[in-house]
Nanobody, 119 residues
């Protein structure tokens, strides 16, 4: 089993920044890719950003490009999402998830961390 724990959420004013962390733990697991997703009230879950664990290839949703930066620390098995220039529409619960192989869906998910951006 793999456990993912997100942290770093909170309340911030528009234009502010937050850095989310996602720490992975467990026995005998591998990570192919880590993704960040978010779900706003009354909306479906949407992809925000992803990073390949070995090569570091990053992808971003259009809403995140230029404002968010994903990174990873392989030694700490932790992924980060630096979010700058936050907007009220970024308010959501943010989840991290991992793919354990290239052919898998995101098969392990964290419980999420709340990000609230006030106008």
């Amino acid at each position: 089993q793999v456990q993912l724990v997100e942290s770093g959420g909170g309340l911030v004013s528009a234009g502010g920044s937050l850095r989310l962390s996602c720490a992975a733990s467990g026995r005998s697991f591998s990570i192919h890719r880590v993704g960040w997703f978010r779900q706003a009230p009354g909306k479906g879950r949407e992809f925000v950003s992803g990073i390949g664990w070995s090569g570091g290839l990053t992808t971003y949703a259009d809403s995140a490009k230029g404002r968010f930066t994903i990174s990873r620390d392989n030694a700490k098995i932790t992924t980060y999402l630096q979010m700058n220039s936050l907007k009220p529409e970024d308010t959501a619960v943010y989840y991290c998830a991992i793919k354990t192989s290239a052919f898998a869906q995101y098969d392990y998910w964290g419980h999420g961390t709340q990000v609230t951006v006030s106008s």
